[in-house]
T-cell receptor, first 113, second 114 residues
C-alpha cells in the first residue's frame, strides 16, 4: 500500500514567520503535486514537480521534489494570513492511462496577524 | 479560467436509494476521475476513466458503483444502493494529459445518507 505522510498535521504561526511542510513516502512517484483546499471546496492545484531534485517557486512558496522522488517539501517565506488553509500533497503513480493520485492527510496552516 | 462543474452541491438520500452524481469536466480534457473524502479523512481515489472506459478502480469502487460518460460532456458516478458509510464529499477531476499535466477538481458533492 502506497502512503504519503505529511508533517506537521497542524501548524499555527505568526505573520512574517517562515515554515516548511514535509511529505514523505517509501514509494517512488512519477510526479508529486501540492494542492490547497478551502473548507467545502475541492483541492486547487498549486504546483506539479516531476524531476528528482526539482525546485519550483510560486511567489513566496518554494516546492522541492526529493532526488529519489519519494519525498517533497513546501516552504513558505514570510507567511501571511491569506496563506491560512489546508495544504495537501498528492503523488501520481500508475500506468500512463491512470495517473491516480495518492493523497497525504494534509497540513492545516493558521497564520495569525 | 475553465472549471469542472459538479451537481448537486449537496444530496441527501435514504439508505438503499440510488444516487447519481454529475460532473461536467473541462471540455478538452481526456482523463476523468472520481475521488471521495470522508469527513476528517484523506482524499481517496475511486476510479479513473479514459477513452470511454474505466482504466483503474480502487477497492472502494465495488459493484455498487458505476461511471458513465453518456454524451461526451457529462461524467456521472452512480451508487446503486447507498449505505451510511457512503456519506462523504465526492470530487470529480479531469486533466488534459498524463505526466505533469495538472488535475482540475470540481467543488464536490456532499452526499449524506440517512
Amino acid at each position: 500500500t502506497q502512503l504519503l505522510e505529511q508533517s506537521p498535521q497542524f501548524l499555527s504561526i505568526q505573520e512574517g514567520e517562515n515554515l516548511t511542510v514535509y511529505c514523505n513516502s517509501s514509494s517512488v512517484f512519477s510526479s508529486l503535486q501540492w494542492y490547497r483546499q478551502e473548507p467545502g471546496e475541492g483541492p486547487v492545484l498549486l504546483v506539479t514537480v516531476v524531476t528528482g531534485g526539482e525546485v519550483k517557486k510560486l511567489k513566496r512558496l518554494t516546492f522541492q521534489f526529493g532526488d529519489a522522488r519519494k519525498d517533497s517539501s513546501l516552504h513558505i517565506t514570510a507567511a501571511q494570513p491569506g496563506d491560512t488553509g489546508l495544504y495537501l500533497c498528492a503523488g501520481a503513480h500508475g500506468s500512463s492511462n491512470t495517473g491516480k493520485l495518492i493523497f497525504g492527510q494534509g497540513t492545516t496552516l493558521q497564520v495569525k496577524p | 479560467e475553465p472549471e469542472v462543474t459538479q451537481t448537486p452541491s449537496h444530496q441527501v438520500t435514504q439508505m438503499g436509494q440510488e444516487v447519481i452524481l454529475r460532473c461536467v469536466p473541462i471540455s478538452n480534457h481526456l482523463y476523468f476521475y472520481w475521488y471521495r473524502q470522508i469527513l476528517g479523512q484523506k482524499v481517496e481515489f475511486l476510479v479513473s476513466f479514459y477513452n470511454n472506459e474505466i482504466s483503474e478502480k480502487s477497492e472502494i469502487f465495488d459493484d455498487q458503483f458505476s461511471v458513465e460518460r453518456p454524451d461526451g460532456s457529462n461524467f456521472t458516478l452512480k451508487i446503486r444502493s447507498t449505505k451510511l458509510e457512503d456519506s462523504a464529499m465526492y470530487f470529480c477531476a479531469s486533466r488534459f494529459g498524463t505526466g505533469d499535466y495538472g488535475y482540475t477538481f470540481g467543488s464536490g458533492t456532499r452526499l449524506t445518507v440517512v
